[in-house]
């Protein structure tokens, strides 16, 4: 981002043509400075007003990226705890998968010394 401020026009909320806007995060690394109101800058959604989100592209994509590290976690947690309410099916699962791959490298096995 190049520092030299344009001098734009006061941001109008809702206002097309002013075509710029202050990101809604105030944690915004752009915090209190306008950009440009486009794709680049904004995601299009036509419920916000001037059809696109009121957070910059930035700050959408960190809050997605921490949403997603919280859920991994809990993610993770939730199917250890499936796996240890549901041993049997996990076990008969790997029994299965195990005799599948068993079999598989003996086809292999078998082909490479025929
Ligand atoms: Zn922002």
């Keep these: 981002m190049t520092k030299d401020t344009q001098l ?16 809604s995060n ?10 440009p ?4 800058h904004f995601s299009r959604d036509g419920r916000y007003a001037g059809g696109f989100r009121t957070e910059c ?6 809050r997605t990226k921490a949403y997603n590290r919280q859920h991994r976690d809990k993610a993770t ?15 008969e699962y790997q029994k299965k ?3 599948d791959m ?4 003996k ?6 010394t025929a």
């Design 102 to 105: 068993a079999d598989a490298y």
């Design 57 to 62: 592209r930035r700050c959408q994509s960190e």
């Design 107 to 112: 086809q292999q096995k078998e082909q490479q």
């Design 77 to 91: 947690a939730a199917r250890k705890r499936w796996a240890q309410k549901n041993r049997e099916h996990v076990n």
């Design 8 to 23: 734009t026009t006061p941001v109008r909320e809702a206002d097309e043509t002013s075509a710029t806007r202050i990101c």
């Design 97 to 99: 998968r195990y005799h």
């Design 37 to 40: 109101l486009d794709e680049e």
């Design 26 to 35: 105030a944690n915004c690394e752009f915090a209190g400075e306008p950009q």
